[in-house]
């Protein structure tokens, strides 16, 4: 795990990645992710209305959500008709691993 860390650590280095936070409770200042999270509780809202549900339910939920969202497009698709291809999550995530660990 340390020499994962120590090689994640390294190559943020070399790309020059510089991490900035957001102030606490500020949601607003999130950007990008707070679209996300603005889209899981969108459909949270369209799927459960005032029902309940137990943990496990609740949790397939977000799982089917979660599959939903990253099933999306990295990028714009191409104007040439014959190309179906698309680069999803899914997809990204199968040809690479991190640090060893496969994502499924």
């Known amino acids: 795990m340390s020499n994962c860390v120590s090689n994640l650590s390294k190559?943020?280095?070399?790309?020059?990645?510089e991490w900035s936070f957001i102030p606490p409770r500020a949601p607003?200042?999130?950007g990008l992710w707070e679209a996300g999270v603005k889209a899981v509780k969108y459909h949270l809202r369209r799927v459960m209305g005032n029902l309940r549900f137990t943990y496990e339910e609740f949790l397939t939920i977000l799982n089917q959500i979660e599959g939903v969202l990253n099933s999306?497009?990295?990028?714009?698709?191409?104007?040439d008709p014959g190309?179906?291809?698309s680069w999803s999550f899914p997809s990204w995530s199968s040809h690479h691993s991190h640090c060893g660990?496969?994502?499924n």
């Open 11 to 17: 190559f943020l280095c070399e790309e020059r990645v």
């Open 28 to 30: 607003n200042h999130g």
């Open 72 to 79: 999306r497009p990295l990028y714009p698709l191409s104007c």
């Open 83 to 85: 190309d179906f291809d």
């Open 101 to 103: 660990a496969k994502f």
